[in-house]
Structure formats: structure tokens, C-alpha cells
């Protein structure tokens, strides 16, 4: 069984790091060998499943939203991260 802290992170080792790759992933930064790294990742691992899922979804609103406006990236990395608490919490 997984144990998931209150903050819905895992205990798994690789999983700090496959996160950091995560964002990467999603903001299309990654190389093709974090991009597999990635995929093999979340394949065997729930926690990172999820919070690929999660993510994908948030970046996926948050372009609809602001498409039209010009943006920071500081502050959409704000509001990611705000939105991502509260969708974890
Ligand atoms: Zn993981």
C-alpha cells in the first residue's frame, strides 16, 4: 500500500525528481529522455499519475484562460502553484 502524506506526496524516492521532470514535461521543456523517464514513471507509480493528470488538466485551463492576455510567467507560476493547492488539499 502507498502512503500518501496530507500533502498527497508519496514516499517514493524517484518521485521528487519525476515531479521536477513533470513540469518540464508539461511545459514542453523535457528532453526525450526525461519525456520516457516520465512515461515509465507514472506507468508504476500512482501518486505521479495523479499529479500528471492534475497538472495537465490545470495547464490546460490556465492556457484557456489566458490565451488572450499576456502574462508573466512568474505569475502564472504563482497562480499554477495556488491552483495546485488547492486541488491537492
Ligand atoms: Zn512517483
Do not use: G, W
Not at 518540464?24 to 500528471?52: G, R, S
Not at 484557456?64 to 499554477?80: D, M, V
Request: glycine share 0%; net charge negative; charged share 30%.
Amino acid at each position: 500500500m502507498k502512503q500518501f502524506n496530507k500533502n498527497n506526496e508519496c514516499q517514493n524516492c524517484e518521485c521528487e525528481e519525476c515531479l521536477q521532470m513533470l513540469e518540464l514535461f508539461l511545459d514542453n521543456e523535457a528532453t526525450e529522455q526525461q519525456k520516457n523517464q516520465v512515461k515509465l514513471h507514472i506507468e508504476t507509480c500512482e501518486h505521479c499519475k495523479y499529479c500528471y493528470e492534475v497538472d495537465s488538466q490545470l495547464k490546460n485551463r490556465l492556457k484557456e484562460q489566458i490565451s488572450n492576455k499576456k502574462c508573466p510567467s512568474e505569475i502564472i507560476k504563482c497562480i499554477q502553484s495556488k491552483i495546485k493547492e488547492m486541488v491537492l488539499s
